[in-house]
């Protein structure tokens, strides 16, 4: 038995072309599987589907889908400001990438936060840089992502 040369892009593509050209024989909505089951096929990928009016996956399209694209896009846009504030105020010549400690204000007694210290700014601000970089890969194509669900993000 000889394989195809189309492989599964092939099929896909020749099945919108066929419910494309069904389609247009058989508005969409009244086709009947028996005499056009391509058109039938194709409506089942997404092609002509009504809207998901399911309570649960409204939920959680509404309470977490949205807030996590909010989150990530702010994530991406604080990643971002430190990435230039770190250049902009010049930081790679005032500290060095070592475990000197940084003063803060907490004073002698501390507050319980952890040390600050060049490396962790340094650690920092590496990954702040790959952030901004990973997001703007591919002409921004995962901030595109965050950014098509974000109600309240900020960059």
């Given amino acids: 038995?000889?394989?195809?040369?189309?492989?599964w892009m092939g099929l896909v593509?020749?099945?919108?072309?066929?419910g494309m050209c069904i389609g247009s024989w058989f508005p969409v909505g009244s086709v009947d599987a028996s005499t056009?089951?391509?058109?039938?096929?194709?409506?089942?990928?997404?092609?002509?589907?009504?809207?998901?009016?399911?309570?649960?996956?409204?939920?959680?399209?509404?309470d977490y889908a949205r807030r996590y694209?909010?989150?990530?896009?702010?994530?991406?846009?604080?990643?971002?400001?430190?990435?230039?504030r770190w250049w902009a105020l010049g930081m790679s010549g005032k500290i060095s990438?070592?475990?000197?400690?940084?003063?803060?204000?907490?004073?002698?007694?501390?507050?319980g936060r952890p040390q600050a210290t060049c490396e962790k700014l340094y650690d920092l601000y590496a990954l702040a840089e790959a952030i901004v970089t990973d997001y703007e890969a591919?002409?921004?194509?995962?901030l595109q992502q965050f950014i098509s669900m974000s109600v309240n993000g900020e960059i």
Avoid: H
């Fill in 138 to 142: 591919g002409g921004n194509a995962k």
């Fill in 36 to 62: 056009a089951p391509v058109a039938v096929a194709v409506q089942s990928v997404g092609l002509a589907q009504a809207p998901i009016d399911d309570a649960e996956v409204i939920a959680y399209s509404d």
């Fill in 13 to 18: 593509a020749m099945a919108l072309v066929a």
């Fill in 97 to 111: 990438d070592d475990a000197t400690e940084i003063a803060d204000t907490s004073g002698a007694s501390g507050d």
């Fill in 1 to 7: 038995m000889q394989r195809s040369s189309f492989g």
């Fill in 69 to 84: 694209a909010d989150a990530g896009e702010t994530f991406y846009g604080e990643s971002k400001r430190f990435y230039l």
